[in-house]
């Protein structure tokens, strides 16, 4: 696999070079009707504000959100350079109550977690699936660790959407889950598409992202944490992703806007 882009210091070439060409319509419907939602520097770098200011536009027809003019891979590797291996790790407790969604279903044979880190959800959603082979792919070598500690049965480096990688995973799934993960991704359909055909048929796909018609989003503005400027390329509201999945064959059969919640909006915005 190509080694990462290494992450350079502005001065040392500009900043031009950390983004991309400003998008004037929206990636998911294509309308050109947009509104700026949010203009903002990183947040997150407390004391050592990265370089410029980010700026999140939404189509006024669709309600996508999205990063303009978008980061380019060397630009995300300058702002990912000073974040900890593993940033907000998640209390076990939420990765239990996520895989507790599958447990109406039957037990899955094989379970694929997409961006899974150090497999740490694959460790607690075993309390409830002890039969389940769990396998992981991620873009770092945090999936390797996953594997070292038995988390994980399979690890597989890189992104779901190299052709390598889907075509080795191609219908082996009972369930493929992606615990906010497309919103850190540059094209969110295409990472559908690859987990859809990860999935064999009649498998789950289980997805968690946050919710840019969330209540706090407004109240907090700017300092919401799950807008994490410039790392969240994308926003998409429930309708959007629920049309974009029945327009591939896929039958919605629950969807909670309440109890997968992060009680960290608060706490983030401090």
């Given at each position: 696999?190509?080694?990462?882009?290494?992450?350079?210091?502005?001065?040392?070439?500009?900043?031009?070079?950390?983004?991309?060409?400003?998008?004037?319509?929206?990636?998911?419907?294509?309308?050109?009707?947009?509104?700026?939602?949010?203009?903002?520097?990183?947040?997150?770098?407390?004391?050592?504000?990265?370089?410029?200011?980010?700026?999140?536009?939404?189509?006024?027809?669709?309600?996508?959100?999205?990063?303009?003019?978008?980061?380019?891979?060397?630009?995300?590797?300058?702002?990912?350079?000073?974040?900890?291996?593993?940033?907000?790790?998640?209390?076990?407790?939420?990765?239990?109550?996520?895989?507790?969604?599958?447990?109406?279903?039957?037990?899955?044979?094989?379970?694929?977690?997409?961006?899974?880190?150090?497999?740490?959800?694959?460790?607690?959603?075993?309390?409830?699936?002890?039969?389940?082979?769990?396998?992981?792919?991620?873009?770092?070598?945090?999936?390797?660790?996953?594997?070292?500690?038995?988390?994980?049965?399979?690890?597989?480096?890189?992104?779901?959407?190299?052709?390598?990688?889907?075509?080795r995973l191609r219908a082996r799934y009972d369930v493929v889950s992606m615990f906010h993960h497309l919103e850190h991704t540059p094209d969110p359909r295409e990472e559908l598409?690859?987990?859809?055909?990860?999935?064999?048929?009649?498998?789950?796909?289980?997805?968690e992202v946050p919710d840019p018609h969330c209540a706090f989003g407004t109240l907090l503005g700017k300092w919401w944490p799950?807008?994490?400027?410039?790392?969240?390329?994308?926003?998409?509201?429930?309708?959007?992703?629920?049309?974009?999945?029945?327009?591939?064959?896929?039958?919605?059969?629950?969807?909670?806007?309440?109890?997968?919640?992060?009680?960290?909006?608060?706490?983030?915005?401090?």
């Open positions: 696999m190509p080694a990462a882009p290494k992450a350079t210091a502005p001065q040392e070439t500009g900043t031009d070079g950390f983004h991309e060409p400003r998008r004037e319509d929206c990636p998911w419907c294509g309308s050109r009707r947009l509104r700026t939602r949010l203009r903002a520097p990183d947040l997150r770098q407390r004391g050592r504000r990265g370089p410029g200011t980010f700026v999140v536009d939404e189509c006024r027809d669709c309600a996508h959100a999205f990063q303009t003019p978008r980061l380019t891979a060397e630009g995300l590797a300058f702002h990912h350079r000073d974040l900890p291996e593993a940033p907000h790790p998640v209390p076990p407790r939420r990765h239990r109550a996520a895989a507790r969604a599958m447990l109406p279903f039957p037990e899955p044979e094989s379970w694929l977690d997409v961006g899974t880190g150090v497999g740490a959800f694959p460790a607690a959603a075993k309390r409830y699936f002890p039969y389940t082979a769990f396998d992981g792919v991620d873009t770092t070598r945090r999936v390797q660790k996953a594997r070292a500690s038995g988390h994980i049965e399979e690890a597989h480096r890189g992104s779901l959407t190299d052709r390598e990688i889907v075509n598409r690859a987990a859809l055909t990860a999935l064999r048929p009649g498998g789950h796909l289980l997805i799950w807008y994490a400027q410039p790392r969240h390329l994308h926003l998409m509201p429930l309708a959007n992703l629920v049309a974009e999945l029945e327009s591939r064959h896929c039958t919605i059969v629950a969807t909670d806007r309440r109890a997968p919640h992060i009680p960290y909006d608060l706490t983030g915005a401090l």
